[in-house]
């Protein structure tokens, strides 16, 4: 047995997951960017455009109790929230400012399913960016809570290093993550500073900009403990 279900996931499954009530209908909305010009002797014309980014809204409800309609199970890692646990972490990635990935997915139903994490076999898997979140208390209920999520498409984008090769510039294509940047580094056997710089922020020659962060003196480079939690910028 075979059935739809919704997966909000943050920051590589730091936070996850799965709607516990499926939406009635999901409307995912695409369209393009096209103008009309009018043209003399030639009348009104379509300048076809870049596709706009991807709109999807959700509509549906955070139950407060497990009704029989509602899909994930009242214990266990996926376990059901309280509804208002669901409205706090969606808040939560809000204020992040970064974007969360939308799943939605045929999920194979058997009895010893971990539906934990989520399926393979995915029929939607995009970031996307929360541009409006709605709740309300459901009237006549025991703390059921309403909402209307809008996602747009996200579109990861930076700045990329070029080089000169035989007088042509190439640009060098870096795998862009929704995973946010390690804050701290615990140092390992044969690390130095320059090697972690390398590592972490790209150029080893910041390996000072390490260095002042920590209060790590010149005669102490040579001498840094394995274990040791390095701040990062």
């Given at each position: 047995?075979?059935?739809?279900?919704?997966?909000?996931?943050?920051?590589?499954?730091?936070?996850?997951?799965?709607?516990?009530?499926?939406?009635?209908?999901?409307?995912?909305?695409?369209?393009?960017?096209?103008?009309?010009?009018?043209?003399?002797?030639?009348?009104?014309?379509?300048?076809?455009?870049?596709?706009?980014?991807?709109?999807?809204?959700?509509?549906?409800?955070?139950?407060?109790?497990?009704?029989?309609?509602?899909?994930?199970?009242?214990?266990?890692?996926?376990?059901?929230?309280?509804?208002?646990?669901?409205?706090?972490?969606?808040?939560?990635?809000?204020?992040?400012?970064?974007?969360?990935?939308?799943?939605?997915?045929?999920?194979?139903?058997?009895?010893?399913?971990?539906?934990?994490?989520?399926?393979?076999?995915?029929?939607?898997?995009?970031?996307?960016?929360?541009?409006?979140?709605?709740?309300?208390?459901?009237?006549?209920?025991?703390?059921?809570?309403?909402?209307?999520?809008?996602?747009?498409?996200?579109?990861?984008?930076?700045?990329?290093?070029?080089?000169?090769?035989?007088?042509?510039?190439?640009?060098?294509?870096?795998?862009?993550?929704d995973k946010a940047a390690p804050k701290t580094y615990t140092m390992k056997a044969g690390d130095s500073l320059w090697s972690i710089a390398?590592?972490?922020?790209?150029?080893?020659?910041?390996?000072?900009?390490?260095?002042?962060?920590?209060?790590?003196?010149?005669?102490?480079?040579?001498?840094?403990?394995?274990?040791?939690?390095?701040?990062l910028p």
């Open positions: 047995m075979e059935e739809y279900g919704f997966f909000l996931s943050f920051n590589e499954l730091e936070d996850l997951f799965r709607l516990p009530v499926n939406p009635e209908t999901l409307e995912i909305k695409e369209s393009g960017d096209s103008k009309s010009y009018t043209i003399v002797d030639l009348g009104e014309i379509n300048a076809i455009a870049y596709p706009k980014l991807t709109e999807i809204t959700i509509e549906s409800i955070f139950p407060a109790q497990h009704y029989p309609f509602v899909l994930v199970r009242s214990e266990g890692p996926n376990r059901l929230l309280r509804p208002f646990e669901y409205v706090e972490m969606i808040q939560k990635w809000m204020k992040s400012r970064r974007p969360i990935r939308f799943v939605l997915s045929g999920v194979n139903l058997k009895g010893e399913q971990d539906d934990s994490a989520i399926p393979n076999d995915l029929a939607l898997n995009m970031a996307m960016s929360i541009e409006g979140f709605t709740w309300k208390l459901s009237a006549g209920t025991s703390g059921d809570v309403e909402y209307s999520l809008s996602l747009k498409k996200y579109v990861f984008y930076q700045a990329s290093p070029v080089k000169i090769v035989k007088g042509q510039v190439k640009a060098e294509s870096k795998r862009a993550s390398k590592k972490v922020l790209g150029d080893g020659q910041k390996y000072k900009v390490i260095q002042k962060l920590n209060g790590i003196k010149d005669s102490e480079l040579k001498k840094l403990p394995i274990g040791k939690v390095l701040k």
